[in-house]
Each structure stands twice: as structure tokens, then as C-alpha cells.
């Protein structure tokens, strides 16, 4: 019978991209019992000593690969790791983990799969290649029922992965929208009174009948909706650079989904004449 050929080590540097994510301290990373749990799928026993869970578990499945002539043992950790049933409770955890796992594979030229597993895929040599294959934001984004508007304002910044740049564009979706349905060539809180509000008679954009106080003051409401945004999250950006603003990622969704409910009103609304 024909031997099954050995999985070739991989690179140090793989094993640390992955170490760096599945030992990382903040979220999605797995704490160090959780860890030491996955140890057996791969045919391991314990976390090489080290100062710190990440550099552990990186000396631990690299010295094993070496010692064994064999990568099979960085797979199988993943695939243990990476198992859906594992993160039954967590969904939001796999997608993640599975989200930064793909971000750096792709430089290796392979991926996690829909069953949480290692597999070949495309080769990056580029950041700009990664972020295209990795395809991280844009696929989370599809998944959450982004507005299509948004990805086509910051499509670039997302492909770059660039957090800050791409809720700085995204935010500018807004009033660009505005200008272009109205021909109107204000910003900010100028154009929202121009557009949206009217002391008598109707707005020049109407998100709703505009009819019954409830429905006037909706719209109102709406109006200071948009207020609030181009002060939240377009004029900071617009006067700070991104070195020292970090983005987190939950806040970055959360925005991207209240663009989304504004871009959905204004599907709706209707424009006068």
C-alpha cells in the first residue's frame, strides 16, 4: 500500500500569523485553557514555556512540526480550532477568527474554509492582493446587508482595509446623496436644514408621508440623524489623520449599519419637484 506523502513544515512565519490570531488577548482570541484543550487533535500534550500564551503556543507547534518532519500538526491545531461545533455558542468568534485566519493565510496561499478547515487557495504577494483575496470587510459586510451605496463610495478603502478611511468616505455617502438628488451644493448642517426641514410646507425630501405629527416628527428626527453623523463620524475625520484614531471593528460595523438604515430611508423618500 502507498504511503500517504508527509505534509511539508510550514514556514515559521505561517505558524506565527497563526498563533497571532488564535493566542491574541483581545477578542477573538482563545484563552489559554481553551488552547490547551485543542492541544490533543494534535496529538499534543502541553504549551511549551514562554512569557506569554502566543509566543507559547508558536514554539509549541513549530518545535513539533520540526521534531516530527511534518506540518500535519499545524493543520490539525487549526482544524480543531476552527471546528463550527467548537463555536456553536460563539458564531460571531468563528467568523472572526476565520475572517483574520484568511487575512494572513492568504500571504501563504492557503485559507480556512466554510467548514472551518485549512485548505490551498490563492497566493497575495501584495497587501493590495491580500486585502482583494482575503476579501474580509466586504464579505462581512454583504453578510450584514450593507446598503450597495456604501460599497460603492468606499470600495477602494475597504479593499485596503483601511477602517478609518472607509467610515470617513462612507459617512460622506450622505450628503453627496442629498446633493446629487437635489442639486443643491451645501454640507453639513446647512444642507440637511435646506433639504430636510421646512417651517411650512414640505421639505424638499420627505422620508415619509409628511402628513400626521407623528410622520413630521419621524422626519425631523431623521434630519437630526443625519446632524449627528456628519458631527459623530465625517468632521473628526475630516480634521484628524488615522495615525493615533484606531477603529474597532464592532464600532466600525455598528456605523456602517446606521449608513445603511439612512441610505434604505432615502430609497424611499420622495424628492419635489
Not at 505558524?15 to 490547551?36: I, N, R, W, Y
Not at 468568534?93 to 492557503?110: P, S, T
Not at 492582493?129 to 446587508?145: D, F, H, N, P, T
Not at 407623528?214 to 463620524?233: C, D, M, P, V, W
Amino acid at each position: 500500500m502507498t504511503q500517504k506523502p508527509k505534509t511539508p513544515v510550514f514556514p515559521t512565519a505561517m505558524t506565527e500569523a497563526v498563533a497571532d490570531v488564535l493566542a491574541q488577548t483581545e477578542f477573538p482570541g482563545l484563552s489559554t485553557s481553551k488552547l490547551e484543550g485543542l492541544l490533543p487533535g494534535a496529538q499534543l500534550s502541553e504549551l511549551d514555556p514562554g512569557p506569554n500564551k502566543r509566543t507559547r503556543l508558536l514554539t509549541t507547534l513549530n518545535n513539533a512540526q520540526i521534531h516530527r518532519g511534518s506540518g500535519a500538526t499545524l493543520a490539525a491545531f487549526i482544524n480543531a480550532a476552527m471546528s463550527p461545533v467548537r463555536h456553536e455558542r460563539e458564531p460571531q468568534r468563528w467568523e472572526q477568527l476565520r475572517a483574520e485566519l484568511n487575512a494572513k493565510l492568504v500571504f501563504f496561499g492557503y485559507r480556512i474554509n466554510e467548514r472551518g478547515q485549512l485548505a490551498p487557495g490563492a497566493r497575495a504577494s501584495t497587501l493590495g492582493e491580500a486585502a482583494q483575496l482575503s476579501g474580509e470587510l466586504l464579505s462581512e459586510l454583504r453578510r450584514r446587508g450593507c446598503h450597495d451605496a456604501l460599497l460603492t463610495y468606499c470600495s477602494e478603502e475597504l479593499l485596503r482595509q483601511s477602517l478609518f478611511h472607509a467610515i470617513s468616505e462612507a459617512a460622506k455617502s450622505i450628503p453627496d446623496r442629498l446633493r446629487r438628488h437635489t442639486g443643491l451644493g451645501s454640507d453639513g448642517e446647512n444642507l440637511y436644514t435646506t433639504v430636510l426641514g421646512a417651517k411650512q410646507g414640505r421639505p424638499l425630501v420627505c422620508i415619509n408621508a409628511f402628513e400626521t405629527d407623528s410622520e413630521q416628527a419621524e422626519h425631523r428626527g431623521f434630519k437630526n440623524l443625519l446632524t449627528g453623523i456628519h458631527g459623530h463620524y465625517r468632521n473628526p475625520r475630516a480634521h484628524n489623520t488615522r495615525l493615533g484614531s484606531p477603529e474597532a471593528k464592532q464600532d466600525f460595523h455598528d456605523a456602517f449599519g446606521l449608513f445603511s438604515y439612512v441610505h434604505r430611508r432615502l430609497d424611499d423618500a420622495s424628492v419635489a419637484a
